[in-house]
């Protein structure tokens, strides 16, 4: 069976929703899933709807090939840095950061995109003029069949909204 997305790269926000949700498995079998080692160090566990904590154990996942793990080189994450205004680096955390570093220093094909719910990896795609390499957690469910009610962050409307914003942005600091 062909893979929905054969090149998607996953905050940490998102994969620890995934894991909350019970979908992350399930996602692993439609998709080739990348994340920068960054979000492999934050995403440690999730808590449920009671409060208990459960971890999130990549390890087999990434043993497996499921999931692949990638190293952001320093002169990637200070290009970007330098190419976005200063005023938005305290938003930027850091599993972000090596993400859109990582996304925005890769050739044009094959197409990754990025599955963030932070508003600021979607404001630096669109002020980068590359708001189609950002897609939300809702667009990644629906495509495999698992369409469940989101906090407003996760949505397409959010992304499309933040990335609207940061083209504005991008387009009066020229």
Known sequence: MAKKFRFLLLDADVLIELWRRGVWKHLLTLCDVTIVETVRHE??????????????????????GDVKVVQVPIAEIQKLMEDIPVSWHPDMNPGETASLAWL?????????LVCSADHITFRVLGMKRRSAAGISLEEVLAS???????????????????SRQGFADGITAS
């Open 43 to 64: 995403a440690r566990f999730f808590e449920d709807a009671e409060g208990s904590r459960h971890d999130i154990d990549l390890d087999p996942d990434i043993a497996s």
């Open 104 to 112: 925005l220093a890769q050739p044009p094909e094959p197409a990754y």
């Open 144 to 162: 495999i069949g698992r369409v469940q009610k989101l906090a407003r962050h996760f949505t397409k409307q959010y992304r499309e909204d933040i």
